[in-house]
């Protein structure tokens, strides 16, 4: 008897689930057909994508496993879409499908993370550097979204983030603080959302390759006083003018009169240059440069990600050298302990590296250059910060 | 010659703008035709919807304004398909476009929200309610993703939201807490993500409706210790098996048994049933009842949003109606203040209400009725809350 009521309450149970799912079907249009899978990793790290598209005519795979952008093309199955890509290396892409030529993301996978316009499925393939990116059975730190007053920008409250390393609630300790900013078109969410950076930490703290500490991920966009979903639908303000606005010096300042008074107020750290780092990647590497170089005393620890000389990267004739030279010298003379610069061989902006580098090296400032097989992209900031943060405070 | 100067360096950044768009370009493969808009919101809140789409035989607009999933079909210019649909009344939508039989986000909109597999864009359409569920220039409370240490469902840490109300850093007040509960296929991110509920509160707190309140925001599936993005890639568990695990009860055990407490000695609560409060919609609905109905004197505030007799709805022979109204008797002794239930009319647990609350009336169980023309979706969570959290803690 009893029994038969178990056997009665399952039976029930899976009605209700079809129920629901048929009510999901509904909403939902058939996006999910059944037992397909995509993306499907296999045992050797090669993937395979799948999309049920019966009436396309030529579907492709776009990912940042291709440096190019060279498409995969998918062969048609019946009513399925499949082709077969890798082995590829251990780490996070970014992909898109192509189905008739109309970019979409993967309706099979879930995953999906976005930098400024740009919504994309996310592949994980494991191993290695994926690993480093992926949430494992570690300590996680906490994180925060906070409004802050920003005065410099003009805005009330503007939102960033704050990380918090593993145990920073249930100690007396103080802390070192990286500061973590974005490009050019991008926010505040970023960093979380694409680049990993609070498991990438909770992994290299964990395996003790970092120093513990808290990473303030700001968003330098003064347009906007946060991310998409995190400001006004409709604003006043335009949105994404971007690198214009990005570049006007504004975000540097607010930084260091808004920012960082908040977080030596508000939070339990060592609030001198010795335990704060700066890094970020294209024009936050510029706005890193740019803090620095104004602030030479402020930060020990400094990371160019994916920029060169913006002078050189805009051809600007009326470059002032030797301006740009004094302020160079004065950061020198402020003895930074890790200047690091983080270049791909596929940059558009690596022969501004190059300019860069030209510049340092002509009144011997020391840095340390790392240049890799890659492209101004994800794949190249996430690997950074995995190398980058592992040199601070150390 | 300084005037000059200006103008030259306006020239060349205008140039590297230009050079970074048509990098995207290449890397997002035509991805946004430039100026075109959609979703565009009109003056009298009708909607134009467009899609670059040259090759495509047949584009439909599905969006949640409809509450019966009637597409909007749109009508192709040129290489643009476009659709007019409204006036709509103020509120926050999901749609989906559907290209040639493919569900898809809305190429270009960037507001793209999450329901367990279920990414869809997001529209926003100002006046009424949509302005409650925006972000506005008011005062807002911080959001925190922490991972909190879960023996009951026997994962060492999962993830939660916790919201604080602004000016929780800087007073040494104690707060109510209300505890915010997700559906079926969820985690702890929906009601972030697609259900606004921290600008939701920051609306009704800054217009004095709700009282400032804690709001801590849980991942019901116990399959999972976090959302999508927030657990690992490759996990152990069956992904999404949704409604069988989180029907077992074991989530229950562990609000009761491990999320309060880390609430109530890691934040400044008023740790009693004056000032707890507990609400949920569909399988979080569920979630409400058994919590309440198995800890009579725990919470004085229950919201049962789109949720009956879970027995009514699985048509249970068994349904054990006498240990269940000897449960909800001994909650009725404990006094709730605010019982509220919120139910749809097109809600296909429309039924199973009507039977809950003939079970609540035989006894004369109090409760307030809110029944919304609307269905088991989003517009009907949202605008609940709205609705009762003003009713908490007062």
Known sequence: MKQESLISKKITNICLVVMLLVFSFMAEAQRRPSKI???????????????????????KVVGTWNRRFAPDLMVKKDTLW?????????????????????????????????????IQSRLMVPGGLGDIIDVKPVPHGDLKAVWY??????????????????????????????YLLHGGGGDEEVWINRGRANYIMDNLIASGKAEPMIVVITNGDVNNIGSVLDRPAFQQKKDNTGIGAMAAGVFEKSLVKDVIPYIESNYRVIADADHRAITGYSMGGFHTQNTTNDNPTMFKYIGVMSMGLWSAARNDPNFDKAGYV????????AKPKVYWIGMGTDDFLYKSCVELRKVYDEIGFKYIYRENI???DWNSWRLYLTEFAPLCFK
């Open 149 to 178: 007053d920003s005065p410099t920008v003009g805005d009330s409250q503007r939102r960033m983030f704050i990380y918090t390393p593993p145990g920073y609630d249930k100690s007396n300790k103080k802390y070192p603080v990286m």
């Open 37 to 59: 899978i995509s993306p499907e990793v296999l045992s050797d790290n090669s993937v395979i994508f799948r999309i049920y598209a019966p009436n396309a005519k030529d579907v």
């Open 326 to 333: 004094t302020k160079l010298k004065a950061l020198q003379a």
């Open 374 to 376: 890659g492209n101004h």
């Open 82 to 118: 499949e082709v077969k890509v890798g082995p590829i290396p251990s780490d996070m892409y970014e992909y898109d499908i192509i189905l008739d030529g109309i970019p979409m993301i993967d309706p099979l996978n879930k995953a999906v993370t976005r930098d400024g316009p740009y």
